[in-house]
């Protein structure tokens, strides 16, 4: 998949889409937006479209979609669990927010991922004067 940086028209409309729950966490991801519930992330903006993650048994009925393929943002076939929706999807917003709906309900199903730890700031040595 060739790098296509993120329209910023698309941030405001998958904002909205997200669910109005408190376990939702936005954060920066690939130029754009992406969500986490319980530090799994189920959603996220990628070129001009969402990606979206799902439980295996419901990733078919998404690649079936017109457009969906499996996410790939590097482009060298190394494919993880995620589905790209089709492009088309930012102009539908009530079926952007029923995808995204999914990927929250499976995403909120998993295990909390423990938060991870924080490199410690190196101080530098300090130095004796003498």
């Known amino acids: 998949?060739?790098?296509v940086k993120v329209p910023r028209?698309?941030?405001p409309i998958f904002r909205a889409a997200l669910p109005k729950?408190?376990?939702?966490?936005t954060i920066q991801m690939f130029g754009g937006v992406a969500a986490n519930v319980n530090g799994n992330l189920f959603a996220g903006l990628f070129g001009r479209s969402t990606m979206?993650?799902?439980p295996e048994a419901e990733r078919a009925e998404a690649l079936a979609l017109p457009g969906a393929t499996m996410f790939d943002p590097m482009g060298n076939g190394r494919k993880g669990d995620?589905?790209?929706l089709p492009d088309?999807?930012?102009?539908a917003p009530a079926e952007l927010r029923?995808?995204?709906?999914r990927a929250?309900?499976?995403a909120a199903a998993l295990p909390k991922k423990a938060a991870k730890k924080k490199p410690k700031k190196k101080t530098p040595a300090k130095v004796s004067k003498k």
């Open 1 to 3: 998949m060739a790098w």
């Open 9 to 11: 028209e698309h941030h």
């Open 21 to 25: 729950d408190p376990r939702v966490e």
């Open 52 to 54: 979206v993650w799902l």
């Open 82 to 84: 995620k589905v790209m």
């Open 88 to 91: 088309r999807m930012m102009q």
């Open 98 to 101: 029923r995808w995204i709906a």
């Open 104 to 106: 929250f309900k499976g």
